[in-house]
């Protein structure tokens, strides 16, 4: 439910020669002074019977850092707002997904369920160094309708809005890429809509991670958006028509900076693979889409609660 693979994936290419480097090190002088013993004999009885009973064992950062993939699944509850510029929330029900894998020659494949401020979205990045990746991109994008969202609804929308119709989900396509600066990531992409009335959003944002502890990870996301006309007039603009259904005036939205964003997660490792995540975000609307007159409140917060499971 995070963006958090790609800052992640700089971070560990960053330090992943230094790891490999000092680990060989310590193969080499533990061979050079290893000799057997009852203590050695003993400790490889105790692995072996492990192995046999189906005990977990503790995954090492050695294992962590060279394995080609990982996966995280998850559930939990938000408080999101019911439309962008709404001034009413409500309780969702999302489950969420993220993972990679990293090829030997075709860069890497990677997903993410998004966030509560970026939305969910496919990755290959068949450019991927240790300091910087770029790729492709195929990602989704909610829509908005007449009605209010359901607890199990991932879309948005409002009763408030009858009259407005209805602006289609839709699939996106497009470019992205991170950049490791000054030990902290920042990402861009550019995605825009497939189907539907929906258009092209730009999205800058960096991953900051801050280690609080051995169990707990903070993570800060500041993020800015620009939409260009088509995209702002779906969500932001009234059309006579519309007007005449809905009650609100006139108003035609044009491009421009959307919104800007800042989300702070949480993740606390709980035991073996088990970790508790929280997150708020508050996203402010800007420019031509805070003056739209279907917005209410041009600052909106929102949270998460949950429970995920990383293999």
Same mark, same amino acid.
């Given at each position: @439910?995070?963006y958090r693979l790609a800052g992640k994936d700089l971070l560990k290419k960053s330090r992943r020669k230094?790891?490999? /480097? ?7 002088? @533990? ?41 995280? /699944?998850?559930? *939990? ?7 962008? *510029? ?44 240790r300091d910087a990746a770029f790729g492709l991109l195929l990602g989704y994008r909610d829509g908005r ?75 800060? @996301? ?9 995209? @702002? ?22 491009? *421009? ?12 490792? /709980? ?5 508790? /995540? ?20 041009? *600052? ?12």
């Amino acid at each position: @439910m995070r963006y958090r693979l790609a800052g992640k994936d700089l971070l560990k290419k960053s330090r992943r020669k230094q790891l490999l /480097i000092s680990h060989r090190q310590e193969g080499e002088t @533990m061979k050079e002074h290893s000799t057997p013993s009852l203590t050695g004999t003993v400790l490889a009885l105790t692995a072996a019977l492990l192995v046999a009973t189906g005990a977990p064992a503790a995954t090492t950062e050695a294992e962590t850092s060279t394995r080609p993939w990982e996966l995280e /699944i998850g559930l *939990g509850s938000s408080y999101k707002p019911d439309y962008s *510029g709404s001034k009413d929330s409500s309780l969702r029900l999302p489950i969420w997904a993220s993972g990679k894998y990293q090829t030997e020659h075709l860069g890497t494949f990677a997903f993410d369920s998004g966030s509560l401020v970026l939305n969910p979205e496919v990755r290959w990045n068949f450019l991927d160094g240790r300091d910087a990746a770029f790729g492709l991109l195929l990602g989704y994008r909610d829509g908005r309708d007449e009605e209010d969202p359901g607890l199990l609804g991932g879309g948005t929308g409002s009763t408030r809005l009858q009259g407005m119709g209805t602006i289609d989900t839709a699939v996106d396509a497009g470019v992205q890429g991170h950049v490791l600066v000054f030990g902290v990531p920042l990402f861009a992409q550019v995605r825009s809509a497939l189907n539907s009335e929906q258009g092209t959003l730009a999205i800058l944002g960096a991953y900051v991670p801050l280690k609080l502890g051995s169990s707990f990870e903070l993570t800060v @996301m500041p993020t800015v958006t620009w939409a260009d006309s088509t995209q @702002m007039q779906a969500f932001y603009s009234v059309t006579p028509v519309q007007s005449a259904r809905s009650g609100f005036r006139t108003y035609e939205a044009g491009s *421009g900076w959307q919104s800007a964003a800042l989300e702070i997660g949480g993740d606390l490792t /709980i035991s073996g693979g088990w970790h508790a /995540i929280g997150s708020v975000a508050y996203q402010r609307l800007l420019a031509d889409a805070a003056a739209s007159p279907v917005v209410q409140e041009k *600052g909106q917060a929102s949270g998460l609660l949950g429970l995920s499971y990383r293999f």
